[in-house]
Each structure stands twice: as structure tokens, then as C-alpha cells.
């Protein structure tokens, strides 16, 4: 976890609810110390390419937080520099109720998940919408053209502050592609082994 999440995320509510719990002395130390937003490493830009969903949070204006899902094919969450990030928003139901979020208020939270591996990322950010027709040249990183979906923006993410979380409680999920290549990689060695194992008997016999 950065300065910069604690310092963001830690309000004077947060801070009594952890001194009520005995964690208050803990985090303490680390906050006031940020000197501006984060920046993404290789570490963090690598971890978010790979990703082929996320989930992300956002507030209406009466207060009510609302968090949607987003999937597309590995890879569709493109790294712009180290310190924004983008999409190409594609149709899903039409109830527009991020993007009408976030025309008020631009802060969003996003939840970037690898199952397997039981890791999980979490990102503040502000969220810029983009007419993708007035922008080709940010329309040629963001669109992957072997996807069929209907695109109708672009988004952009400006990085405030992430934290990498602890992977407890994370229950591991795979992917179809995933038990695919495990399993691929199971009959591969089935077969090694039944060929040594057939090479073995012809030798014994002979």
C-alpha cells in the first residue's frame, strides 16, 4: 500500500474505526506523507494488461455508491503512460449509470483480480469520457479490432493512488482458457509418459 492510498483513503472516520480496533498505531506512521499521485511500475502496468475483467466503483449524486463490472479479452485495459490507463467502453445494457456518475463526479475505485494466483490490485483514479472520432490517435491504442463489440468511447484513467491487497480470503477461479491450457498441458505429459512406458516394455520384451 502507498503513502498516497493511505492518505486518501484514511478519513477521520477510518482513523476512529482503527483506533476503536487497535490498528490505528500501525497505520499512523505512514500518513501525510505522499507528495502527489502514484505512479504505475512495471510491476502494476504488467498485472493490469494480463487482466480481462475489473470492477469498478463510483458515486451517484445523492450519495449512492454503484459498482459495475467490466470484461473484455486479455489485454483490453490498455497502459497509456505511467500514470493513466484506458478502455474502450463497450455497449453493454444502456443504462449508462457509471458514465452518468461520473459526468458529477469524476473518482472512481477499480478492483483489477487474478484468481489463480490469488492477487489483487486496487486503483483510485479520476475517470475521463473521450469521443473516441475526435481522438484517432487514442482510438488506435484503445480499440482492439479483433473484438467484435459495439464501441461507443473511449475511457481514460487518471491513477491517484493503488494498493496491492493481501490475498487472503481470495478463493481461486479459472478461466475456461485457463483449465484448457492446464489441462492440455496434463495430456501432454500422459502422453510422454505412456510412450516412455511403451518404450520400456518393448526394451524389457526385447
Given amino acids: 500500500m502507498t503513502n498516497r492510498f493511505f492518505d486518501t483513503v484514511f ?10 480496533n487497535g490498528s490505528a498505531d500501525a497505520y499512523g506512521r505512514h500518513l501525510g506523507k505522499s ?12 498485472f493490469i494488461r494480463a487482466r480481462d475483467s475489473f470492477y469498478m466503483a463510483s458515486t451517484n449524486q445523492s450519495g449512492w455508491p454503484y459498482v ?7 489485454g483490453f485495459v490498455k497502459v497509456l503512460d505511467e500514470s493513466s490507463f484506458g478502455i474502450a467502453d ?11 456518475n461520473t459526468a458529477d463526479d469524476d473518482r472512481v475505485a ?28 487514442l482510438a488506435d491504442r484503445l480499440i482492439d479490432e479483433n473484438y467484435g463489440a459495439k464501441i461507443e468511447r473511449g475511457f481514460v484513467f487518471s491513477l491517484e ?12 477461479r479459472f478461466t475456461n482458457s485457463e483449465i484448457s ?4 498441458q496434463q495430456e501432454e505429459k500422459i502422453e510422454s509418459l505412456e510412450k516412455e512406458l511403451a518404450r520400456l516394455r518393448a526394451q524389457k520384451r526385447d
Fill in 35 to 46: 507528495t502527489g499521485p502514484d505512479i504505475f511500475t512495471m510491476q502494476e502496468a504488467s
Fill in 161 to 172: 493512488a493503488f494498493d496491492w491487497n493481501c490475498p487472503q480470503h481470495i478463493t481461486p
Fill in 11 to 20: 478519513s477521520e472516520s477510518v482513523r476512529a474505526a482503527q483506533a476503536d
Fill in 181 to 184: 491450457e492446464i489441462v492440455e
Fill in 68 to 74: 459495475q463490472h467490466r470484461g473484455g479479452p486479455a
Fill in 110 to 137: 477499480l478492483f483489477f483480480m487474478d484468481y489463480p494466483n490469488r492477487r489483487r490490485l486496487k486503483v483510485l483514479a479520476h475517470l475521463k469520457s473521450v469521443d473516441l472520432a475526435e481522438r484517432p490517435d
Fill in 90 to 100: 463497450f455497449r453493454g445494457n444502456r443504462q449508462y449509470v457509471s458514465l452518468g
